[in-house]
């Protein structure tokens, strides 16, 4: 008995080292300025320098790997298609023993301060660099297979119907259609012109005309639907007449066709007019 009570003398005093440690371990440090940061914190990004000694111990073993979730997330300079299957590509890439990283990496819609300093993908990023390094060697890249899958799935699916949207990013050609749509406007407006008593543009919204249509690859039109949009009710009279006519308009317009991969295929089209 005569050493129970050191020994509950011990514990109490390790117990209550142990929750002035907890406490002071949660203390926050305040920061006050920039000078404050610099001297007080001392950043040690260990995920971060853990995962680039795995990423290169792994390519020096010949485990090399692409994310595809990091790969499209960082892919700024080209702007995929909705048909495009990344599967595609990594079929081409274990050609070069380039397997998938499925690895999830979750990126958020708002930054915090902690992610300037504790970095996401560090692993996945460095695998980024080497696969590239690989296929620059073997006279291809990332841009080229994706664009070889694009322009096989085009090439397998002649007369699926595809979003203008999805159309080639061509300077020349989109400056080209562009202008071809304002003349089409004009053209529409001299030869269906405004009547003397229609009410010209006196709210805070346009009124509009919409022609929404299928341009076939031999260049008919299918499914096509018109719809005009009055903001003023004065002008609800001429409804039919401006609808009627863009029905003619379109149908005997030759228009001009987007390309898929450089390959004419049937397209969705939207030609819109605003009103004065």
């Known amino acids: 008995?005569?050493?129970?009570?050191?020994?509950?003398?011990?514990?109490?005093?390790?117990?209550?080292?142990?929750?002035?440690?907890?406490?002071?371990?949660?203390?926050?440090?305040?920061?006050?300025?920039?000078?404050?940061?610099?001297?007080?914190?001392?950043?040690?990004d260990t995920l971060c320098i853990n995962e680039t000694n795995r990423a290169k111990e792994d390519i020096k073993k010949g485990k090399i790997s692409l994310n595809g979730d990091y790969w499209l997330q960082n892919l700024h300079y080209y702007r995929t298609k909705s048909y495009f299957n990344k599967d595609d590509v990594?079929?081409?890439?274990?050609?070069?023993?380039?397997?998938?990283?499925?690895?999830?990496?979750?990126?958020?819609?708002?930054?915090?301060?902690?992610?300037?300093?504790?970095?996401?993908?560090?692993?996945?990023?460095?695998?980024?660099?080497?696969?590239?390094?690989?296929?620059?060697?073997?006279?291809?890249?990332?841009?080229?297979l994706i664009a070889k899958s694009e322009r096989q799935y085009v090439f397998n699916h002649p007369d699926e119907i595809y979003k203008t949207i999805d159309s080639d990013d061509d300077r020349p050609a989109r400056k080209d259609c562009y202008n071809f749509m304002?003349?089409?406007?004009?053209?529409?407006?001299e030869e269906y012109p405004y009547p003397d008593d229609y009410k010209f543009k006196n709210e805070k919204y346009y009124s509009y005309i919409n022609a929404d249509f299928i341009l076939m690859?031999?260049?008919?039109?299918?499914?096509?639907?018109?719809?005009?949009?009055?903001?003023?009710?004065?002008?609800?009279?001429?409804?039919?007449?401006?609808?009627?006519?863009?029905?003619k308009f379109v149908l005997k317009t030759k228009w001009i066709h987007p390309k898929y991969s450089g390959i004419i295929r049937n397209s969705e089209m939207h030609f819109n007019i605003y009103f004065k």
């Open 217 to 247: 690859k031999d260049g008919t039109i299918e499914n096509l639907t018109v719809e005009a949009t009055f903001q003023n009710p004065e002008n609800l009279k001429y409804k039919s007449y401006f609808e009627n006519g863009l029905r």
């Open 90 to 144: 990594f079929k081409e890439l274990s050609n070069y023993n380039i397997t998938k990283d499925t690895t999830l990496i979750i990126y958020n819609d708002i930054r915090t301060l902690a992610e300037d300093y504790f970095k996401k993908g560090c692993y996945q990023k460095i695998m980024k660099y080497e696969v590239e390094k690989i296929l620059r060697k073997n006279g291809t890249s990332l841009d080229s």
């Open 182 to 189: 304002i003349k089409s406007e004009i053209d529409f407006i």
């Open 1 to 44: 008995m005569k050493f129970i009570a050191p020994l509950l003398f011990l514990l109490l005093a390790i117990a209550s080292c142990n929750e002035a440690d907890k406490k002071q371990s949660n203390q926050k440090i305040k920061i006050y300025n920039t000078e404050d940061f610099n001297s007080k914190v001392e950043i040690v």
